[in-house]
């Protein structure tokens, strides 16, 4: 609920917060529902534009508490959120500080970037042989040596001279 920015409604609701529930499966699909007709189409009415900026506040509100109109109603419902998920309040400096360390160093999850990063040498570059094998898929003679300049500067001269 929370991605989807109706996590408010979980925090006014009278059933318990049990993951997988009926109840909670009903609301989900409901709400689903909901945030689908706000969000498909365009938007040509100013509520249509409101409605689509307030679920997207909504829906990460710790990224909007330097907006001028809503940012401090932001920081409270975020709170509210966290308490509801059960994260207690920081209290003192360091637990401030120990939870902006903690979110700083959080990767962030991209779709694209994973699906775009499935690459076995992401970490690591390739070895002697696999470089090599590469090589040989392009037409490079992998026992050639590099180039130098002279090298090519005589290739040049000899094409000039052609």
Known sequence: ?????????CLACDAPDVPGSERCRACIDGHARSRDRLTS???VSKAQRLARELITMLADPANHIDD??????MVRYAGL???HQGVAKAKTHEEVVAR???ERKKRKRS?????ANQNKWLDEPPDKFEREDLLSVFGADPGRRPMTWEDLLEEIEGLLDD
Do not use: L, T
């Open 81 to 83: 959120v966290s308490e």
């Open 100 to 102: 902006f360390e903690k």
């Open 1 to 9: 609920m929370e991605q989807m920015g109706f996590a408010v409604c």
């Open 68 to 73: 001028d109109a809503h940012g401090e109603w």
């Open 111 to 115: 779709i694209i970037r994973d699906v």
């Open 41 to 43: 189409d365009k938007a």
